[in-house]
């Protein structure tokens, strides 16, 4: 496997854009300080006495405009699982652990939580927290929230995150004990995960009787709350001022959907934003050369790849799918678009997250053996296939260019189709494709997550599986992965899944591309996460002159 350089390097880039990387800490006290979580939650008196001076600090504020490549997909955590979406929902809806700056788990609405039995974890909650409609937050409401995303009547894209757990018991008001089927290692970072965002049970029984869509009607317990959802234009979020880490800085958090790269890049230049998302490699130097503007690029837990239907002729043979495989030149895209932003991937895992092996066997760029497999495989002429990729992405569409080319050489005609994002999504979920371009992120940092639900059989569609793999093989391995304790043994056996699933070839994986985005000088105190989220709740706007509202 080839790697390439990068511009910054680390698991995630903290910045204070000043100039100042943020310092981190290793003490989980000093952890929840740095993220608001320090005396105003610990002492209610004080909080309540100084409320009012922190208000009038907090109101000066401001409106933080970011630009972003693509709309939210629906508000409910229970809902659509892409990072659009979650861009949203993290600044809405808390959860009982999160991950910090360094992908560790560090508790959020619980104080603290233990694994007390094999198969039996005890969550302790947080006291005097409210949801954005004013309801208290308490263990009923953790009930409400796991029974509702596990339930098969509401058929959540995300149940296959918290299948494992038989029960969720209330133990008193601030006390919860999560039962799961069998020991379920990486629990803890399921429930980091945007599915884990806590809900107002209250809101729930307001959605059952019709009272409510909690696609669009969000109430969580987080720092913002949804002022205004334009549809297609816009999400506006206002300051929850009885947020129980302390109200944050900024007045409202407005993401702006810009198509456009280049008209992101230019909102930066001209201060009508102050975060432009999802930067183009060939970008970044521009963004450098810019006066109040800062490049972040940061590793990331992410792999692009081609998914290719495996349901549907011809890709239902492996040795065309390792044909196609075989065929194209990965370093032609790293180097010619990425520009050394990431590294190639051979297979499912990005090498930060549990359970990655260094020795696995990729399939290697070999167009000769290519065109030979396709002629044994009876497609001496080639064939004809469609490749989907977003439509406002453009690096994706280079990277469909260059496949394009690549697989012409072997016979292999390639038309490109762009879609929409949301209609992408329900074409592939429903199977009706040939190829797509997607990526993944494995925003929990565990093999689990990044491989159960792009290859387990019961996974088809919309949960991940959208190449319709089936191998029994991997499906017993993966289960034996999620329900072993042992770091080794889990180790050996998604080393085990990872080339039987290379073998396959039931995909193309492309790169573990970073995440790159244009931050102005004037936002401080803002975490750019690995699994691509902005954490706002730190952010201030110092020496502001941007104004929005200008693309």
């Not at 861009?87 to 009982?96: E, S």
């Not at 409609?133 to 058929?155: I, N, Q, S, Y």
């Not at 319709?468 to 072993?484: H, M, P, S, T």
């Amino acid at each position: 496997m080839k790697k390439f350089k990068r511009k910054l390097v680390g698991g995630v880039l903290v910045l204070s854009l000043s100039g100042v990387l943020a310092a981190c800490t290793d003490d989980p006290q000093d952890a929840d300080e740095d993220n608001g979580e320090g005396d105003a939650a610990e002492n209610g008196e004080d909080a309540e006495e100084d409320g009012d001076e922190d208000e009038a600090e907090a109101g000066e504020g401001g409106d933080l405009i970011l630009a972003m490549g693509s709309d939210a997909v629906d508000l409910d955590p229970h809902g659509s699982n892409d990072t659009s979406s979650t861009h949203v929902r993290y600044q809405i809806y808390d959860k009982l652990v999160d991950f910090d700056e360094n992908m560790d788990i560090q508790p959020e609405l619980a104080e603290g939580y233990e694994q007390i039995e094999d198969d039996t974890w005890e969550f302790n909650l947080k006291e005097d927290v409210t949801f954005h409609d004013g309801e208290p937050f308490d263990a009923e409401d953790v009930v409400a929230t796991l029974e509702r995303v596990t339930d098969p009547d509401f058929a959540s894209e995300k149940a296959f995150l918290y299948e494992m757990i038989e029960d969720v018991e209330a133990v008193d008001d601030n006390t919860v004990h999560i039962t799961t089927d069998y020991p379920f290692a990486p629990l803890d970072a399921h429930l980091a995960h945007d599915g884990g965002g806590m809900m107002s049970a209250a809101a729930i029984e307001e959605e059952e009787d019709g009272e409510r869509n909690l696609d669009t009607e969000p109430v969580g317990t987080g720092p913002f709350e949804l002022e205004n959802w334009d549809q297609g234009n816009e999400v506006v979020l206002t300051r929850y001022d009885e947020y129980h880490g302390g109200a944050v800085s900024l007045d409202s958090a407005t993401f702006q959907v810009v198509d456009e790269q280049l008209t992101r890049t230019s909102m930066l230049d001209n201060n009508e934003a102050h975060i432009a998302d999802d930067i183009e490699p060939t970008q970044m130097d521009q963004l450098e050369n810019m006066d109040g503007v800062n490049a972040s690029s940061v590793e990331s837990v992410r792999m692009d790849y081609i998914g290719m239907n495996n349901e549907s002729e011809p890709f239902d043979d492996r040795d065309v799918r390792r044909a196609l495989n075989m065929a194209v030149d990965k370093d032609t895209i790293i180097e010619g678009i990425f520009e050394g932003y990431g590294e190639e991937a051979i297979g499912a895992l990005n090498p930060l997250v549990f359970g990655y092996s260094d020795d696995l066997e990729p399939i290697e760029y070999d167009p000769d053996e290519a065109q030979s497999l396709l002629e044994d495989a009876g497609y001496e002429d080639g064939f004809e296939a469609t490749l989907l990729v977003e439509d406002v992405d453009q690096v994706n569409l280079q990277i469909a260019e260059i496949i394009q080319d690549d697989l012409q050489d072997i016979g292999v005609d390639i038309s490109i189709e762009q879609q929409e994002w949301g209609a992408l999504l329900d074409t592939t979920a429903e199977g009706e494709f040939d190829m797509v371009m997607l990526g993944w992120t494995t925003v929990t940092g565990d093999a689990d997550y990044a491989m159960y639900p792009l290859f387990h059989s019961d996974n088809h569609g919309a949960p991940g599986n959208r190449t319709f793999y089936d191998n029994e093989e991997v499906d017993d391995l993966l289960i034996d992965g999620r329900q072993a304790s042992d770091d080794e043994e889990r180790i050996e056996i998604y080393t085990e899944a990872q080339q039987t699933i290379i073998d396959d070839a039931t995909m193309l994986p492309l790169i573990h591309d970073d995440f790159r985005a244009g931050i102005s000088d004037s936002v401080e105190g803002i975490i750019h996460k690995s699994d691509a989220i902005f954490d706002l709740r730190e952010v201030e706007l110092v020496d502001d002159d941007v104004e929005g509202d200008g693309y």
